[in-house]
């Protein structure tokens, strides 16, 4: 009966989290269950009582979840601290994360402002320091001063949504800090019996840090410290993608699988040594405690104390609540019931914070571990007991290898639709790397890599201990994974699939794998999904009916990123945003939309001028898509985005067609794309030939385009100033625009009144970043907008602004991803015509691309 009623916890959790936007329809849905158990008596399949908990179980999910969020939305934080910058005061409440040059702290506020305008404040603040000079740790109460912000991030069609996820994180808000000593220690958490134990071991962590900089480097340093602490900060960008395309990047995050190989290896050593001794002994050990109820025992401190030492991060901590009840279940002899531990351990951390069940994490830990549970119940010789961890002293070797492979074949299996709907990828070829892999990291660098640390507290050093063996080791893990990685298909990315799609997946696999289903039942379900995996692994771009014009700016905070689909399938690229050294906006936004659209080939990708904010993310493109042509203005920069550009063009065999004034990207069929600036080469002066410096000499030799499609025209203006501006009013070509891009994000160096009358565009769309510290976009080019009547769309406030056209019919149609965004409905007359539009956004964010 435990099974049963977890589930309709987690559904009521569910139902709880959809109440704010869709409450009639919620309604109904348990209108409906009461009568489906009602039925379900009145045909004596289930008892009233049980009828009872079951429906007093989803009410209890459900009005938990209401509880719960409205108690932990209530803090103020970002009110009382207001706009201007303020001094804050409060508590360091998780161990501080590095990474080169910056150190990211969470701080709980107790008080805002000095001197007669403080006052008492609560809420968490994620405070990122750039340039530290010192560290801190867990109850450490410091002061700083800063602008107190909400959290905010791009919005996209199907985009990671970072501010839901700062707030799943339990964030009210964000700040930033730069410099030596703008962080100041006010008392130090030694002194708070409460935060003593964790202040300690947070000492403990950066001496094992600041060894493993001392000594390791490269990709072994990055490694080292993401398995053995928990700090992700030192890994590459290459690095995690080398992972994520060989199937293991769970590797880089400890979880589930490191902490059950340490303590199966524990729990395997202690036993074994129990039996190797003496018989008197064994005899006199066995009077007090049996060798399996020890070795759960003794197991609790190995296990407990790296989940700690890796910064008990919320997913360590799931997967060692998970572990400690499985001993748990072990000294009471209960090991057989995998199943209700599961259920047991979902329901302790959802009680705690029932956010998890949307986590990333969350979902796969646990659908990992129930295929792990169900692959050992199908493969049993004895399903009376149901499935338990298997031993494997007791197997011949052939039989262990056998059910370890069925193992990692299932967890691969069950974990392919998340992994694709999270990540745009299929990785498939984690079901062979993860036989080998797993146990490597788990049995041979992670035990090594602890026993380095440990050596380290006791005795000191400032050098990690073996470090010459960790490099070496650490290497040759790195190259193995570039080498896996390297496998062609292996990096096999593919649209998110829909989520009825999903549910549908998971509900063939069950129908597959039950015993009580007829061969032909069971052989069909195996077969559609199947089908339904191959078609992912497709993911074919809808097919072009010659008519459909869909224009894309995408949010890329302050940059520019523009999608054009053609009618006759081409498919171009303007820009890509920046690029920064934890957020690649290729990597994140522009990418997962390509794929989502179906779209594996550019067929044109321009790079409107060498600057950070619309270049930086153009190499993880050119790396990851096929691309046709590659245009550029030609002008080249002593920068490091820039020479990752020119490297990673000359690495794809990419050559960089240079633009120039009356060339044609493309002038066939109905659509062209032609290009208006900058002026050709011949009429460039050669100080603009070579190495351009002047930020507003590169604005004004960007690149501008102009694609007419039947009725339909769209003026992408780059970052063009005065002067460009200037020599484009002078022609006709920027004349009776219907779509403009703003240029240079709205700023007032790009403000021309005669221009804008001179264009007479209908629609007019500002590619622009949240708070960002340029003004942008100026009021005063706002105004100049609105009072010739046009409309305004700001990527900064809308999220991504589509416009679909269609060549026969002189309008268009503009969607905004914030838009297609639920909203929380009001008791009111329209309540119903609010729950129907949210019912119309879940089901678009359901369905997919």
Known sequence: MFLPLTACFLAGLAFGSYLPYVPVTILLLLTLVGIVLTYLERRQRLTTNRSMLLYGSLMAGLLYWTLFTWTSTNTRLLERAGLDPIRVVGTIVEPARHAPGRTVLVVSVSRLGQGEDAQSAEGRLRVTWRGPDRTFGEGDQVQFTTRVRAPAGTVNPGGFDYASYLERQGIDAVASVSGPGEVTLLSSGFTRLRWAPWRLIDEWRERIRQAAVATLERAALGLYLSLIIGERGYLSPETRDTFMAAGTVHILSISGSHLGLIAFLSFFLIRATCRCLPVSWFEALSRWITPTRLAALVTIAPVTFYAVLAGAEVATVRSLVMILLFLLAVWLGRAKHLLPILAAAALLILIHDPRALFDISFQLSYVSVL????????????????????????????????????????????????????????????????????????????????????????????????????????????????????????????????????????????????????????????????????????????????????????????????????????????????????????????????????????????????????????????????????????????????????????????????????????????????????????????????????????????IVTRLDCGPHSFLFTADIEADAIARLSKTDRTARVRVLKVPHHGARGSLDLRWIEHMGAEVAVISVGSRNPYGHPATAVLAAYEKKGVRLWRTDRQGAIQVIAKLSAAGFEIRTARDSLPRPVRVSPSLLVSERLNLARFWSQWRGP
Request: charged share 15%; aromatic share 10%; glycine share 10%.
């Open 371 to 702: 295929a792990i549970a169900l692959v050992l119940r199908w493969r049993s010789d004895d399903d009376q007991n149901g499935p338990s961890i298997p031993d494997p002293t007791s197997w011949a070797a052939g039989r262990w290898l056998s059910r370890y492979v069925w193992m990692t074949g299932g967890v691969t299996l069950v974990t392919i639709p998340l992994v694709a709907y999270y990540f745009n990828q299929i990785a498939w070829l984690g079901l062979v790397t993860n036989l080998v892999m797993i146990p490597l990291a788990g049995f041979v660098l992670v035990p090594m890599g602890l026993g380095s640390a440990i050596w380290l507290l006791l005795f000191g050093g400032d050098s990690l201990p073996a470090s010459q063996l960790h490099q070496a080791m650490l290497d040759w893990f790195a190259s193995s994974m570039r080498l896996l990685a390297h496998v062609p298909g292996a990096e096999w990315h593919i649209a998110s699939p829909a989520i009825p799609g999903i549910a549908s997946f998971y509900a063939l696999l069950y129908l597959a794998g039950r015993r009580w289903g007829t061969p032909t039942l069971r052989r069909g379900a195996a077969l559609s999904a199947a089908l339904l995996l191959g078609w992912w692994s497709w993911s074919p771009r809808s097919l072009s009916d010659g008519e459909i014009l869909r224009v894309t700016f995408l949010d890329v905070g302050q940059g520019d990123a523009s999608v054009l689909e053609l009618p006759d399938g081409q498919t171009v690229l303007i820009d890509a945003g920046a690029a920064y050294d934890t957020l690649d906006m290729g990597r994140t936004v522009v990418g997962p939309y390509l794929w989502d659209r179906g779209i594996r080939r550019l067929d044109h990708v321009i790079g409107t001028h060498p600057q950070l904010d619309h270049v930086g993310g153009l190499p993880w493109i050119l790396r990851s898509f096929e691309i046709g042509q590659y245009w550029g203005n030609g002008i080249a920069r002593d920068e490091p985005f820039y020479e990752r550009l020119r490297v990673t063009l000359q690495e794809r065999g990419l050559r960089e067609r240079t633009a120039g004034e009356g060339q044609a990207v493309f002038d066939s069929g109905p659509c062209r794309l032609r290009i208006l600036n900058p002026p050709a080469r011949h009429d460039i002066k050669d100080s603009f030939a070579q190495h351009v410096r002047s930020g507003s000499l590169l604005n004004n030799l960007s």
